[in-house]
């Protein structure tokens, strides 16, 4: 099972985002799809989460602002991201907790990210 994030880039205070990832693999089914992220000297943190229900969670510092999604018969999961702030530049991640083709059990797996910056 693979991940690939895209999406990242430069983007001016205020302005909008979407990130995708999209797993591939042998896959029978993915709970929950979640987008981390790393600022400069930060340690890695939180963004969101859906699972396979379709509830969410986010941090408290991007509430309001982002939107996580997922297509379930693409598995796939996006983030949209609006009214970026510097504070927003970072690494993101994305990570799935996939059970395989005949596997009993779910294992997380990490994309290898995308680099988001925002800055005038």
């Known amino acids: 099972v693979q991940l690939q994030a895209s999406g990242g880039g430069l983007v001016q205070p205020g302005g909008t985002l979407r990130l995708s990832c999209a797993a591939s693999?042998?896959?029978?089914?993915?709970?929950?799809m979640a987008w981390y992220r790393q600022g400069p000297g930060m340690q890695r943190e939180f963004v969101a989460r859906?699972?396979?229900?379709?509830?969410?969670i986010y941090a408290d510092s991007v509430k309001g602002r982002f939107t996580i999604s997922r297509n379930v018969a693409k598995n796939t999961v996006d983030l949209q991201m609006e009214s970026l702030e510097p504070e927003d530049t970072a690494v993101y991640y994305c990570?799935?907790?996939?059970?395989?083709?005949?596997?009993?059990?779910?294992?997380?797996?990490w994309g290898r990210g995308t680099l988001v910056t925002v800055s005038s």
């Open positions: 990570t799935m907790d996939v059970r395989p083709m005949g596997g009993s059990q779910n294992s997380r797996y």
């Open positions: 693999g042998s896959i029978a089914s993915i709970n929950v």
């Open positions: 859906i699972r396979s229900e379709g509830d969410t």
